[in-house]
């Protein structure tokens, strides 16, 4: 059974700091590309960031560059981002998404985690 499960989020004030993290379990996860995407209320679903298989390669949306970090552990089979610099507008729900390096069309996606940065 694969999972992709997100943890992590919460509330935090303007100017903060959350890790996200998302473990996964029943994929070979390091043939998978990674990302993570966020949902704001009323809003469509966004990439955040994207990191490649071994961790050379990221990018990142330009409202998060300089502020938010991916990285990937593949030993321990988990997803992270490190985001610091917080703003209201990072509230949302952020989801992890893997796809499949040369079999682009599996895909999974986590169960999201709510960000709520507020004072």
């Known amino acids: 059974q694969v999972q992709l499960v997100e943890s992590g989020g919460g509330l935090v004030q303007p100017g903060g700091s959350l890790r996200l993290s998302c473990a996964a379990s029943g994929i070979p996860f390091s043939l998978y590309v990674m990302g993570w995407y966020r949902q704001a209320p009323g809003k469509q679903r966004e990439l955040v960031a994207t990191?490649?298989?071994?961790?050379?390669?990221?990018d990142y949306a330009d409202s998060v560059k300089g502020r938010f970090t991916i990285s990937r552990d593949n030993a321990e089979n988990t997803l992270y981002l490190q985001m610091n610099s917080l703003k209201p507008e990072d509230t949302g729900i952020y989801y992890c998404?893997?796809?499949?390096?040369?079999?682009?069309?599996?895909?999974?996606w986590g169960q999201g985690t709510q960000v709520t940065v507020s004072s």
């Open positions: 990191i490649t298989r071994g961790g050379g390669v990221t």
């Open positions: 998404k893997g796809t499949h390096s040369t079999r682009r069309s599996i895909i999974y």
